[in-house]
Every structure is written in structure tokens, then in C-alpha cells.
Nanobody, 114 residues
Framework: QVPLVESGGGLVQPGGSLRLSCAASGMLIRLSDMAWYRQAPGKQRELVARISSSGTTNYLDSVKGRFTISRDNVKNTAALQMNSLKPEDTAVYYC????????WGQGTQVTVSS
């Protein structure tokens, strides 16, 4: 069973926003550094944003200032707020620990297109 399930993706126009959610079961997010990854067609999966167990965040240069990663240790969830989306943000987005430890889930598709 995959302990992390992503949701919230969709089709959005350039400049739009989406909020992705990651629900954890069978593991405690508060004990781990968590991250959002993405994989675009024909490309390798890349780490987009990371949040440590203490709350320190790091971002891929191309998303700095546009994406915000957060965690809710009570709800055992993580989120990625994505603003000012660009076509190059189109990808399947996944959450996992950082570095990744668990099997990859199905992810959630984000498509930025006019």
C-alpha cells in the first residue's frame, strides 16, 4: 500500500494557480523531511520543493517565488501552493519523503495550457 496519495491537479491557464495536497497514512509526516517532485513527459523526475521536519523550505530555482510547500502535522498532510503557473510546470506531481523512501504513488497531473 502506498502511504502517500496526491490530489488537486488539473488543467489551468498560464498565470493560474493550483493547490496540491498529499495525504499520508501509515507514516507520520512530522517525523520526515517531505518533498514534492514532478516528472514531465520524456524527462527525469525532479525535486521541486522540500520542507524539513523543522519547517525549513527549499525550492527548485525555476519555482522560487511562485510555489510554496507546507505541512500540517496534525492532519498528517502536505501541500504545494502553485501560483503564476507556466506551461513548463506541466508534469505529474508526486509527494514523498526527501530523499524519497516510499513507493511512488500515482501522482496528480498538472497541465498548464491556454
Amino acid at each position: 500500500q502506498v502511504p502517500l496519495v496526491e490530489s488537486g491537479g488539473g488543467l489551468v491557464q498560464p498565470g493560474g494557480s493550483l493547490r496540491l495536497s498529499c495525504a499520508a497514512s501509515g507514516m507520520l509526516i512530522r517525523l520526515s523531511d517531505m518533498a514534492w517532485y514532478r516528472q514531465a513527459p520524456g524527462k527525469q523526475r525532479e525535486l521541486v520543493a522540500r520542507i524539513s521536519s523543522s519547517g525549513t523550505t527549499n525550492y527548485l530555482d525555476s519555482v522560487k517565488g511562485r510555489f510554496t510547500i507546507s505541512r500540517d502535522n496534525v492532519k498528517n498532510t502536505a501541500a504545494l501552493q502553485m501560483n503564476s503557473l507556466k506551461p513548463e510546470d506541466t508534469a505529474v506531481y508526486y509527494c514523498n519523503t526527501a530523499p524519497h523512501f516510499y513507493s511512488w504513488g500515482q501522482g496528480t497531473q498538472v497541465t498548464v495550457s491556454s
